[in-house]
């Protein structure tokens, strides 16, 4: 199975998020052999996309000479993508939305009526990939914080996505939260393990993973003491 992880936390290596994909992806491998890739957005060059539509009319060409070239042929050539980011704005960062925005060639300027949506038909086959959104963030609320950026990805990606989300992740980075971290990270490489063995992760599991690690009064008193 191949894995291409797209790292949109500026931080790199040093990402909340990633805490939590590195556990998933450890959970991924304790079920079954993975060829994984990540690739830290933040370092690589993306231009704006600058709504010529030229690449959805010419057989998916596009007119910018940067990584996205090797990026597209990445994707088509994976199994599952993987978006780690951390919440930002209620959305993703900015350059892995740049990222997606470039990912327009993959589509043509035809469109059909897919149940009460339109999409663009594919300019590529990319019906056998599966899509992993990670995301994490600041605020110890997932409601009226979430919801824009699970809604963006469920429309951009419609089949075959896991969408994992998990409030106060600035503490996978703090080793005094090693006590609620740990058992966290374990769920969390449990999800890993079932998403690959049953292609879906249990509902009682997925409520435990997404739900805050300590209550979220507490979680807000410990941040303003540290201010
Ligand atoms: C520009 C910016 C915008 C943010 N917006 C939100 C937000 O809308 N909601 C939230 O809960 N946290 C928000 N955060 C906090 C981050 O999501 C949080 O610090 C996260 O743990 C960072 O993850 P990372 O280490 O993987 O980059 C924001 C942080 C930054 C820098």
Do not use: W
């Amino acid at each position: 199975m191949k894995t291409l992880v797209f790292n949109g936390s500026p931080k790199r290596d040093k990402s909340d998020t990633m805490h939590i994909t590195r556990a998933f992806l450890a959970g991924m491998a304790d079920a079954a052999p993975q060829d994984v890739h990540i690739i830290h957005v933040i370092d690589k060059h993306i231009e704006y996309c600058d709504g010529c539509f030229e690449c959805m009319r010419n057989g998916g060409c596009c007119h910018h000479r940067d990584d996205m070239r090797a990026i597209l042929d990445q994707i088509l050539a994976s199994d599952i993508l993987l978006f780690s980011y951390p919440l930002y704005a209620y959305g993703m960062p900015a350059p892995l939305k740049a990222l997606l925005d470039r990912t327009l060639p993959l589509g043509s300027m035809a469109m059909q009526q897919v149940g009460d949506r339109y999409e663009h038909i594919a300019q590529a086959s990319y019906d056998h990939l599966r899509y992993v959104m990670i995301c994490g963030c600041g605020f110890p609320n997932s409601k009226q914080n979430f919801e824009p950026a699970v809604a963006q990805f469920k429309l951009s990606f419609p089949s075959n996505h896991t969408i994992v989300t998990v409030p106060e992740s600035p503490m996978f980075n703090a080793p005094e939260a090693a006590v609620v971290t740990k058992p966290r990270l374990e769920l969390i490489r449990k999800a890993g393990q079932e998403y690959i063995s049953n292609g879906t992760i249990a509902k009682d599991l997925m409520t435990a993973i997404t739900s805050p690690m300590i209550p979220e009064d507490e979680y807000a008193r410990i941040v303003n003491a540290s201010v």
